[in-house]
């Protein structure tokens, strides 16, 4: 048998590199998206990302040409589906729209097909329902950039197979990451938990005047060895994806986690998302 058939639905800069992760590791792979300017910016962005593996020695340049020949690109959803054997969706973080996505994905995949959703702040339990499969739907949590960051968290439903777990778990090693495996679903899982405690912290701090935010950011690299700040991290993820999980994770657990602080609402409402915007806490123009 050949390598598991990979569906991507959304072509942002989360789909595209988690679609190139299953190329690199010889999977055939579709990334599905609505918009055409879309697809094609995530064409070119494998092209490039994938090229500068293979520039830099980390594959060989005929590997990366046959990654990149395993991946097509298309609008039509129900057409890609139905040859799936795993979908990953990367789709916007909306309750909405995913169950829309699910409810025909679930009807145009085939039965043994997993669903999986990348989302940080929507639990499949939301979309268990809207799949008519909640014992073959979990998250599969991937982090940004997905080609570089080694985990993806591997959350189940409390309707969840063990076998599809047991799938999901050796489909992550295969791809080369190393799966963080959950035992129930939690708000922000294990990682969004550990990086908002930070994150608010850092903001808390900027906000009582006690550091500026590249002093903070400098103690968090140069003191605690993080690759990036936690101001940068939030320029990186982007504030609205930061302002979405605080939300959620606010909403479900009542309360006991904090809403987002002012100072990440103004910046979300300002439109100012870091360096997707060209400007967050700092300017990327
Ligand atoms: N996409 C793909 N590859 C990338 C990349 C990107 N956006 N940015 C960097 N890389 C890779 C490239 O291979 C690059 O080498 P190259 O420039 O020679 O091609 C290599 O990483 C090193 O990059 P840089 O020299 O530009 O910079 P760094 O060494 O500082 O690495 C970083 C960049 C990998 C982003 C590193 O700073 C880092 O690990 N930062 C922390 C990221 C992090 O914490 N991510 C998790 C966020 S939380 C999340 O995603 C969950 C969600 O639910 C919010």
Known sequence: MGQERVLVVGAGAMGTQIGAVFALAGHPVTVQDISEDALERSQAVV????????????????DAEAAIGRMSWTANL?????TADLVVEAASERLDIKREVFARLGAAAPEHTILATNSSSIPSSLLAEASGRADRLCNMHFFNPALVMQAVEVVPNDQTS????ETVLRLTEGIGKHAV???????????????MALLNEAVALQAQGLA?????????????????????????????VVHDIQVAM???TDGDDPAPHPDVQRLYDAGHYGQKSGKGWYDHS
């Not at 922000?188 to 938990?193: E, K, L, T």
């Open 47 to 62: 092209r490039k990302r994938v090229g500068r593996l293979a520039e830099k020695g980390a594959i060989e340049a005929v």
């Open 78 to 82: 129900e057409d890609a589906a139905a």
């Open 162 to 165: 063990e076998a599809t777990i």
């Open 250 to 252: 606010h909403d479900m």
């Open 212 to 240: 500026s935010i590249e002093d903070i950011d400098a103690a968090a690299k140069l003191g605690l060895a993080h690759p990036m700040g936690p101001f940068e991290l939030m320029d990186l993820v982007g504030l609205d």
């Open 181 to 195: 495996r959950l035992h129930a679903e939690v708000p922000g899982f294990v990682a969004n938990r550990l990086m």
